[in-house]
């Protein structure tokens, strides 16, 4: 063997034996795991994710198995591969879970299962499940109040996966299931991408929702599938985030007991940039809704292309609801408590909330309720359109016998009038608002369809149940239009009219309008 040739076949070796132990590739079972769903393997799991990380990055693979476990971290340039046939499954024992430093959001607590916390080019994949065993930090409601929902313990997992301060970050096709309060929060972070992901929650969990987006740029969200109970995908802005902007959301499945696609409650900082389109959205209380109460400007919104029912058991569901406010100390809703405990924080001081450019496009919806879209007195909702919108009422859901005894933050801030008001559209105190090609096709029986009915309702953020009353399809009789405080308005409705077929189907108070 020739020196040369000797030297190529010890490079070769070389570079075999490193292939062996430095693939890329990492196998947690390698690590001591075993997928019995009975040994914890946190630190199986964790001491394969650190090897990945010490080698400059790689995949760290979990195999078919139930591998139960405690909170993981995710460390930069690695991929957490649940392969299809894997589960990780969150520990029962609230005591296998590290203790963060975060956690200023009631509905955030400071332990998680997996946790990516400055982390850069980091990637959760494959076709298995993520399982937060929700039920281990869920009790029941007294039954005999109502046996459906759920209660949150006072230590609870949540979120499930939490994102924060991370950089280009990848989820993709895994199923997250039961989490034990929010599912996916990405908070703080930049260029993420969320596609093919299931979320699968009990439809009556407490705080169950989907994908939460806190001060994020430049996400998208795509070909998912979620089931949870409270909102499906919310974009916030709390105290402790940046702004949150360019974030486009696209072809979902949804069903959830609360809003589907929201933005809000929590809107200290900005929120613009944000698309939301072509999705389908069932059983749903409200399919979009805008919260801007808390002193942030929400801007730049488009929503376009979507399908839905709101057929909830909450009172009171509407395919849009659009709010405008800032709470006052004691005014109801949780945002006016809070704006006023985080002075020290955030100086909201003489700033108000501003709700402007939002296009709705292409909606279809059935529904009971009525779209609401409403400012305060001393606000207005700037630049709103709405563009071809297609209301098909199975049946009438009266907005007078419960109003007065809801308290939800959702409802706080609107003027009774607004509350109560018969019409398919409720609108207050909008500058420049354009309404365009309404269809409303109203019920054809007297008979409430059976998969509308719900034996009890509450009202969303209290436990109260409320006994609906209707016999009939059609409760109240709805106008097209109610509106107060409109300016520079255009109604375009030419093919639409009130319920019982008569016109005038416009009720209009101190407004400025052209009718086309």
Same mark, same amino acid.
């Given at each position: 063997m020739t020196r040369l040739t000797f030297l190529a076949f010890s490079l070769l070796l070389s570079t075999l034996s490193f292939a062996q132990h430095y693939s890329g590739y990492l196998n947690i079972k390698d690590f001591g795991a075993r997928g019995d769903s009975a040994t914890l393997n946190t630190t199986a799991i964790q001491s394969a994710i650190d090897a990945a990380a010490a080698q400059g990055g790689g995949t760290v693979t979990i195999p078919p198995g139930v591998y139960l476990s405690g909170t993981i971290f995710l460390k930069d340039n690695t991929t957490l591969d649940v392969q299809s046939g894997a589960k990780i499954l969150g520990s029962p024992d609230i005591e296998d879970y590290a203790?963060?430093?975060?956690?200023?959001?009631?509905?955030?607590? *400071?332990?998680?299962?997996? $946790?990516? +916390?400055?982390?850069?080019?980091?990637?959760?994949?494959?076709?298995?499940?993520?399982?937060? &065993?929700?039920?281990?930090?869920?009790?029941?409601?007294?039954?005999?109040?109502?046996?459906?929902?759920?209660?949150? +313990?006072?230590?609870?997992? =949540? *979120?499930?996966?939490?994102?924060?301060?991370?950089?280009?970050?990848?989820?993709?096709d895994v199923l997250l299931l039961t989490g034990g309060g929010w599912t996916l929060h990405l908070y703080d972070s930049d260029r993420i991408q969320v596609q093919g992901v299931k979320i699968i929650n009990d439809l009556f969990a407490p705080n169950g929702d989907g994908i939460d987006i806190s001060g994020c740029h430049d996400v998208t969200i795509s070909d998912c599938i979620i089931k949870t109970c409270d909102d499906a995908i919310c974009l916030k802005t709390m105290v402790d985030t940046r702004d949150c902007k360019r974030v486009t959301v696209t072809n979902c499945v949804i069903e959830c007991s609360c809003a589907a696609l929201k933005i809000g409650n929590e809107t200290f900082r900005d929120i613009k940039q944000v698309t939301f389109s072509? #999705? $389908?959205?069932?059983? #749903? #209380?409200?399919?979009?809704?805008?919260?801007?109460? #808390?002193?942030?400007? %929400?801007?730049?919104? %488009? %929503?376009? &292309?979507?399908?839905?029912? =709101?057929?909830?058991?909450?009172?009171?569901?509407?395919?849009?609801?659009?709010?405008?406010?800032?709470?006052?100390?004691?005014?109801?809703?949780?945002?006016?408590?809070?704006?006023?405990?985080?002075?020290?924080?955030?100086?909201?001081?003489?700033?108000?909330?501003?709700?402007? &450019?939002?296009?709705?496009?292409?909606?279809?919806?059935?529904?009971?309720?009525?779209?609401?879209?409403?400012?305060?007195d001393g606000y207005a909702i700037e630049n709103l359109t709405l563009r071809n919108v297609n209301l098909t009422y199975p049946w009438i859901e009266d907005p007078v016998p419960h109003v007065d005894e809801v308290t939800s933050s959702q409802f706080a801030p609107v003027k009774r009038a607004a509350k109560v008001a018969k019409a398919a559209i409720v609108t207050e105190n909008i500058h420049n608002f354009v309404l365009d090609n309404v269809?409303?096709?109203?019920?054809?029986?007297?008979? $409430? *369809?059976?998969?509308?009915?719900?034996? +009890?309702?509450i009202a969303n953020g209290t436990l109260k149940a409320f006994y609906p009353t209707r016999t009939e399809a059609r409760q109240a009789e709805l106008k097209v239009l109610y509106g107060r405080g409109l300016k520079n308005a255009i109604l375009n409705t030419p093919l639409a009219k009130s319920s019982d077929g008569q016109q005038p189907y416009y009720d209009l108070e101190d407004c400025e309008v052209i009718e086309q």
């Open positions: 203790v963060m430093t975060w956690g200023h959001n009631k509905d955030r607590q *400071p332990r998680h299962l997996i $946790v990516g +916390k400055d982390a850069r080019n980091i990637a959760i994949i494959g076709g298995g499940t993520i399982d937060g &065993n929700g039920p281990a930090f869920w009790e029941d409601f007294d039954p005999a109040e109502d046996p459906q929902w759920k209660m949150a +313990k006072p230590l609870k997992i =949540s *979120p499930m996966v939490e994102i924060q301060d991370c950089q280009d970050v990848r989820i993709k072509n #999705s $389908v959205i069932y059983g #749903s #209380s409200r399919a979009f809704a805008i919260y801007a109460e #808390s002193a942030g400007t %929400v801007e730049d919104i %488009v %929503v376009d &292309n979507i399908i839905t029912d =709101s057929r909830a058991p909450l009172l009171y569901n509407r395919p849009i609801h659009l709010s405008l406010y800032l709470p006052e100390p004691g005014a109801g809703g949780r945002n006016g408590d809070w704006m006023h405990q985080e002075k020290k924080q955030y100086d909201y001081e003489g700033r108000k909330p501003r709700l402007r &450019n939002v296009t709705i496009t292409n909606f279809h919806a059935k529904t009971g309720g009525r779209i609401l879209m409403t400012a305060g269809m409303i096709n109203w019920p054809e029986t007297e008979e $409430v *369809p059976a998969d509308w009915q719900f034996p +009890k309702k």
